[in-house]
């Protein structure tokens, strides 16, 4: 039984610079985005890039970004992990083949496959993934990790917000509905998990054929209550839940380093 929350993140690893400085640090996973557009400087029709929107230029390649990190992993026994955001289903289409080369399961370092494929708390502005089109295509990879979550939106001033049984329950159905046998972990908002504790059960409990965990993630700033927070993760248990929240937020929460046998 392991402690996922011990594993350490870096962020929108988009550009060669930054992947060349995370792969020498002791960072555990590499979290980037990808889109559709253009190598910087170059013509032709768009590929899968490593940037967030609304850029659609970078010097970083998707293709070029797994090679790099298989080739670190190739030659390091402490292996990192990737977990690539893909903002919109095109862009997830047109990686199909570049993933294929990846998830085959002579290839061992972990690798995630993110997207926000349905709506969540509070209105969010932003349009989920095709969730069909996500999973229909993302089964296809059964070595990788799905990282499903919800669109969110979270002020600074609103700490009410949280997962409702409707959004739990959508979820858990397109699961079934696409057969979905492979490890899956839900991506849930700190400051609206910390709040949403029945359903966050019942999603774990309903997915544990899937050996589902949770990713608690926070953006900076935003409103978590803290011991709340720690309930849910002290209950859903250290064995089930990555942490990737800033810094400050961590250290507050005082989480045991060891998972009890």
């Known amino acids: 039984m392991k402690n996922l929350s011990l594993l350490s993140w870096a962020h929108a690893v988009n550009n060669k610079t930054y992947l060349e400085a995370t792969l020498a640090s002791e960072v555990s996973m590499l979290e980037a985005d990808v889109v559709l557009g253009h190598v910087t400087g170059k013509d032709g029709p768009p590929i899968p890039i490593m940037a967030h929107p609304p850029a659609t230029t970078s010097d970083l390649t998707l293709a070029d970004f797994l090679t790099a990190v298989a080739q670190y992993n190739n030659l390091n026994a402490k292996q990192k992990g990737v977990k690539l955001d893909f903002k919109s289903i095109e862009a997830f289409e047109k990686a199909q083949e ?3 080369r990846f998830s085959k399961p002579e290839v061992t370092f972990p690798l995630w496959l993110n997207a926000d494929i349905l709506p969540g708390p509070i209105k969010a502005t932003t349009k ?16 990788a990790v799905l990282s499903l979550g919800w669109t969110t939106e979270l002020s600074r001033n609103n700490t009410e917000g949280e997962y409702n049984r409707d959004q739990i329950g959508a979820m858990l159905r397109l699961l079934n509905d696409h057969r979905i046998n492979q490890t899956v972990t839900f991506p849930v908002r700190a ?3 910390s709040n949403s504790q029945p359903v966050v059960l ?17 953006s900076e700033g935003d409103p978590i209550e803290v011991e709340r927070l720690r309930a849910l993760i002290l209950t859903v248990g250290l064995e089930r839940t990555y942490l990737d929240v800033p810094a400050d937020v961590a250290a507050s929460l005082k989480l045991p380093t060891r998972v009890k046998q």
């Open 98 to 100: 570049i993933i294929a």
């Open 128 to 143: 989920p993934v095709d969730p069909d089109k996500f999973l229909e295509l993302a089964s296809k990879h059964p070595r």
């Open 191 to 193: 400051g609206l998990a």
């Open 202 to 218: 019942d999603l774990l409990r309903e997915s544990k054929a899937m050996n589902s965990s949770m990713t608690v993630w926070a």
